[in-house]
């Protein structure tokens, strides 16, 4: 499995559709997403994207996807200013509208999904992410997977045909993490962090190496073995991009195995406490006690004789 699969899994992601919807020139939605990561592509129009932390609104247009990697109450809009619109909650269950007869020349159309965590998403990966990730139309490759598979994604939506509601969510979570991606690649070029560390492959290979056992006192022999490198090279090279070295991060991960209950109990942030606040590397071990717990519970018990 490989790094980021895993992760994901680890934080225990689930998505909910929130369907194509439609906006009038007077119209608002309300997005009640305190506790998800969230994206919401724009099919049709231009809309503008409100919330607490930005500044000021983010304008979207065809083609533009807004990542949401911080659960938080929002309103889309095709208006800059709120003020006089009807604003109304976006709702899972909604009936899903025929846009081919309602969609007026100056509405608006936006899919969007929400991706909840059952378990907290306490991994540094998450942590470093912006609050607000806009892939722009006019600078992803018109023959790429991502815009690809949005025209296809939009398609499905649009028509809903037999075994519609199948694609539609496999493709939106191919969208999801093709956006995740793009994140890791993007944020790995600020400096020493998780995701810089991944865009190496001898260095993702060995983080990979402890993700998946993080129990085995790994050595750097056996880290750079297996990665192919010298052990100066993984050393130097693990350090500069990740910023600790191969030992420090496999002491971590089994000091987060053997003391997890006790750790996780004197290190949960209080309710309403930012984890963003939290030393980098309390940040990873806490990270590592989640893989470690999720991991634990997919092997099966011994049998017994």
Not at 90 to 107: F, G, K, N, Q, T
Not at 243 to 270: F, Y
């Amino acid at each position: 499995m490989d790094v980021l699969t895993d992760l994901l899994r680890a934080a225990g992601v689930r998505r909910r559709l929130l369907n194509l919807r439609r906006l009038t020139p007077r119209s608002a939605l309300a997005f009640p997403c305190e506790k998800s990561m969230g994206l919401h592509v724009v099919t049709r129009g231009a809309v503008f994207l409100h919330a607490s932390a930005l500044p000021q609104p983010l304008a979207l247009r065809t083609g533009d996807i807004a990542v949401m990697a911080r659960g938080c109450h929002h309103v889309v809009s095709t208006q800059a200013e709120l003020g006089g619109l009807e604003i109304e909650p976006c709702l899972i269950s909604a009936r899903h509208e025929s846009l081919s007869e309602l969609v007026a020349a100056d509405d608006s159309t936006v899919i969007g999904g929400a991706y909840q965590f059952w378990n907290d998403p306490i991994h540094p990966f998450f942590q470093q992410m912006p609050a607000w990730f806009v892939a722009r139309a006019d600078s992803t490759p018109r023959l790429g997977a991502l815009s690809m598979t949005l025209s296809i994604l939009d398609e499905e939506v649009r028509k809903r045909e037999l075994g519609s509601e199948t694609i539609v969510h496999a493709l939106l979570d191919v969208v999801f993490t093709l956006l995740l991606r793009e994140m890791v690649e993007r944020e790995g070029q600020s400096g020493a962090s998780w995701s810089h560390g991944v865009r190496d492959p001898q260095v993702r290979s060995a983080v990979a190496l402890m993700h998946d056992d993080c129990a085995h006192p790994w050595t750097l022999e056996e880290l750079a073995e297996r990665a192919g490198l010298s052990r100066t090279s993984l050393a130097v090279r693990f350090r500069e991009v990740m910023g600790d070295t191969p030992a420090e991060l496999s002491a971590l991960g089994a000091h987060a195995t053997r003391n997890e209950p006790a750790q996780r109990d004197r290190q949960a942030p209080r309710p309403g406490r930012d984890r963003g606040r939290l030393p980098r590397r309390v940040q990873l071990l806490q990270g590592l006690q989640t893989l470690c717990r999720r991991c634990a519970a997919r092997v099966p018990p011994p049998r017994r004789s």
